[in-house]
């Protein structure tokens, strides 16, 4: 089975992971997301998927695109 099927937010209005801004509703909107994905438990294999396809935009495993580019900057660095 697709891990995709066990994710927490499978019954989920997809809007809801692509906030159009991060203040305001948008800052809400991304806070209701990441409280989804916390209870997930394919949170890790989702982030993993966001970041093996290169994907800048939404919330995926929890965060936004830009702790996404922070956690990639941050590990190239370390290497």
């Known amino acids: ?20 801004t991060d203040m305001g509703p948008g800052a809400r909107q991304a806070e209701k997301a990441k409280s989804i994905c916390a209870t997930c438990p394919v949170r890790e294999r989702c982030l993993q998927f966001a970041l093996d396809n290169g994907l800048n935009y939404g919330i995926f495993g929890g965060m936004t695109e830009q702790e996404r580019a922070d956690l990639v900057r941050r590990s190239a660095h370390a290497a």
């Open 1 to 20: 089975m697709d891990w995709r099927h066990r994710a927490a937010c499978r019954d989920e209005d997809p809007e809801l992971f692509f906030p159009v």
